[in-house]
């Protein structure tokens, strides 16, 4: 368990760090942009953090893999002052959205009350890990694994955004 921690958060670190040293820093305009973006993503993280603590259900990001990307990728075509690829990515990815969005709705992921709605069946699996009992170790995994790694994944595979707004305007 310790072995794919270390791997899991070292992959989430290494990959970043080596693309930023591989291709053209960013201008003053994608930094902003991802500084923002990331505020964003640890609010997000710590909100659904605190909102599955609270409610024990631990499906709080689940609900939030399609409608993340779709965030992300209008702000960044926001910052990009709405140039015409950026805009054409968020369009492709609210369409990717809306259609993992009614997938997991018709598995019953979401409820009118926004904490409610089914719990994936590999939390109540992994709750009966000997390495995740307790309630200490099960809140730092859903603080974390859950809430933080999952959010910085989703983060993740919308920079592409990013780096298409260094040909903005061409």
């Given at each position: 368990m310790v ?59 689940d609900k ?52 409610k709605g ?53």
């Open positions: 072995r794919t921690i270390i791997g899991l958060v070292g992959a989430l670190i290494a990959l970043p760090v080596v693309a930023y040293y591989y291709d053209h820093p960013l201008d003053k305009l994608q930094w902003d942009a991802l500084i923002l973006a990331v505020r964003l993503m640890l609010t997000v993280a710590l909100l659904s953090f605190l909102v599955s603590e609270v409610t024990r259900n631990y499906s709080q990001v939030l893999w399609s409608i993340m990307p779709v965030v992300y990728c209008w702000h960044f075509a926001r910052a990009a002052q709405w140039d015409e690829r950026l805009v054409l990515m968020a369009v492709m990815v609210t369409i990717w959205g809306l259609r993992l969005s009614f997938n997991f709705a018709r598995r019953g992921g979401y409820h009118w009350i926004p904490w089914e719990e994936d069946y590999r939390w109540s699996i992994l709750r009966k890990d000997p390495n995740l009992k307790g309630r200490l170790r099960w809140g730092l995994f859903n603080l974390f694994f859950i809430s933080l790694y999952q959010q910085s994944l989703i983060l993740l595979f919308t920079l592409p955004a990013v780096m298409a707004m260094e040909g903005r305007g061409t």
